[in-house]
């Protein structure tokens, strides 16, 4: 039995971004943007604070639920009001608390902050928890766990000193940046969500990820156009019975550096194309969809080699993702490739020329 697909709502605020934007300057790989530039970005800030910023950027996309739940604009200004009025030993449980985490640990780590220290005994609990809940990279996500929560209080005064700091020098000109992107990205949003059906919606607002039905078992989808997330997206929950979804919402002739020329889509295909492994992938893709092992097989490659390659395919959007039992499933994203031809020839100045366009008139070229 086929169940209701979820009420959808939109979201247009910037606040989610001044969170957002933390946790992609300090992961800037995995967000195919240029290393350099963040660390630029992240330099303009007292060393204290940069320092603290660093420590719980992990956390902080945990962060935009409490978001959602604060009254009117939700901007940047109303981040820092509300922040400032919770308690310092309360504010990162506050803050970086995630809806999805389970009890156990939640509850755990309340006592540490209470305790104001950690044992081995807390230690190990917590890693079995986070292992047998399918964390990657579980040890490394315990420690830092449990030095900031051990220190909650002061963590809570740092962390506000710091907030205040990045607006400052950076995220108030950024927020005024963003705003006209986010309000054209709830329209073209809207109006897509008028002709298409749920899973083509998602699978387009996310730039290729399909969902199976189960990933949407709620009664409302609250949708967040985020400027600083593309080409990711992040799926959590908010009320009961209703999920947030983040997805980009910048538009593809615009860079996250500003000032940059180059559109950050047309920069991440290119790229992803460039490459013969790659090419060999999305042609065995165009076949038949195929998971990890089975192209790992058909390419005679490691494992890792080849989900580092579907990783770039799919940041650069070429790609659906199919998340599934088991292994992740991909198939080739074709129509990417032409809108992608298309952006080159508009980005080089040539709008009225299309692949059919007949060149056999005009003069050689030789360079």
């Known amino acids: 039995m086929q169940t209701a697909a979820p009420k959808l709502t939109w979201e247009n605020a910037t606040g989610y971004d001044f969170f957002v934007s933390l946790h992609v300057l300090h992961e800037p790989a995995r967000f195919a943007l240029r290393g350099a530039w963040a660390k630029g970005v992240?330099?303009?800030?007292?060393?204290?604070?940069?320092?603290?910023?660093?420590?719980?950027?992990?956390f902080l996309l945990g962060s935009l639920p409490w978001v959602y739940g604060l009254p009117g604009a939700r901007d940047g200004e109303a981040i820092l009001d509300a922040f400032a009025e919770i308690e310092p030993e309360k504010r990162l449980a506050t803050l970086l608390s995630s809806k999805e985490m389970p009890p156990e640990i939640?509850?755990?780590l309340e006592a540490i902050a209470g305790r104001g220290g950690w044992t081995a005994q807390d230690r190990a609990a917590l890693l079995q928890t986070m292992k047998g809940e399918g964390y990657e990279g579980a040890e490394?996500?315990?420690?830092?766990?449990?030095?900031?929560?051990?220190?909650?209080?002061?963590?809570?005064e740092r962390s506000l000193h710091a907030f205040i700091s990045y607006y400052q020098v950076f995220f108030a000109e950024e927020e005024a940046r963003i705003r006209p992107a986010l309000q054209q990205a709830v329209a073209r949003g809207q109006e897509m969500a008028e002709k298409l059906a749920m899973a083509d919606l998602l699978a387009e607002l996310s730039e290729g990820i399909r969902f199976e039905e189960?990933?949407?078992?709620?009664?409302?989808?609250?949708?967040?156009?985020?400027?600083w997330i593309a080409p990711r997206v992040?799926?959590?929950a908010g009320k009961a019975g209703q999920g947030l979804f983040f997805h980009g919402g910048r538009p593809e002739d615009t860079s996250l550096v500003p000032g940059e020329t180059?559109?950050?889509?047309?920069?991440?295909?290119?790229?992803?194309?460039?490459?013969?492994?790659?090419?060999?992938?999305?042609?065995?893709?165009?076949?038949?969809?195929?998971?990890?092992?089975?192209?790992?097989?058909?390419?005679?490659l490691r494992a890792p080699t080849v989900i580092h390659h579907l990783n770039t395919l799919r940041l650069a959007g070429l790609v659906y993702v199919t998340f599934g039992h088991g292994d992740k499933r991909y198939a080739a994203r074709t129509s990417r490739v032409s809108e992608m031809y298309l952006q080159l020839r508009r980005y080089l100045g040539s709008p009225?020329?299309?692949?059919?366009?007949?060149?056999?008139?005009?003069?050689?070229?030789?360079a």
């Open 106 to 108: 939640s509850e755990r």
């Open 214 to 227: 189960k990933a949407l078992q709620f009664e409302e989808l609250v949708m967040v156009p985020s400027f």
């Open 352 to 366: 009225d020329l299309h692949r059919g366009d007949d060149l056999s008139g005009r003069p050689p070229y030789v």
């Open 140 to 156: 490394k996500e315990v420690d830092a766990m449990l030095d900031l929560w051990s220190r909650s209080e002061a963590y809570g």
């Open 262 to 300: 180059v559109p950050d889509a047309l920069y991440r295909a290119l790229k992803a194309l460039a490459d013969p492994t790659r090419l060999r992938i999305l042609h065995y893709l165009e076949e038949e969809p195929q998971t990890p092992t089975e192209l790992s097989r058909q390419l005679r």
């Open 42 to 58: 992240r330099s303009r800030l007292p060393q204290a604070d940069r320092e603290c910023l660093e420590e719980i950027s992990d």
């Open 234 to 236: 992040f799926l959590t």
